[in-house]
Nanobody
Framework: QLQLVESGGGLVQPGGSLRLSCAASGFTLDYYVIGWFRQAPGKEREGVSC????????NYADSVKGRFTISRNNAKKMAYLQMNSLKPEDTAIYYC???????????????????WGQGTLVTVSS
């Protein structure tokens, strides 16, 4: 069974940092593009960042460029999202997802991803 499990969410003050993790099971991560997405209350799910299967290509939403860093470790079947300089508007449920299509690293849109985790809540508040 293909499964992704996110962890690392929580409450953090503005300006703080969090590192989200995404653990894969039931499939080989090597052939999949990994994406991080988020959904705030009352808003649509949006792409935050995507990384190619090899880790050689990345894509970031303008709103997180320079603050967030996506990475992966295929041997450990893990992906990560390092979030720095967090803002209240970063508050959302964060999801990791996987796609077999190499082109999704560029499009980085929820509709192109087949496997999804259950999400982890990130709250940025003082």
């Amino acid at each position: 069974q293909l499964q992704l499990v996110e962890s690392g969410g929580g409450l953090v003050q503005p300006g703080g940092s969090l590192r989200l993790s995404c653990a894969a099971s039931g499939f080989t991560l090597d052939y999949y593009v990994i994406g991080w997405f988020r959904q705030a209350p009352g808003k649509e799910r949006e792409g935050v960042s995507c990384i190619s299967s090899s880790g050689g290509s990345t894509n970031y939403a303008d709103s997180v460029k320079g603050r967030f860093t996506i990475s992966r470790n295929n041997a450990k079947k893990m992906a990560y999202l390092q979030m720095n300089s967090l803002k209240p508007e970063d508050t959302a449920i964060y999801y990791c997802a996987a796609s077999r299509s190499a082109s999704t690293v560029v499009r980085c849109s929820p509709g192109y991803f087949e496997v999804w985790g259950q999400g982890t809540l990130v709250t940025v508040s003082s």
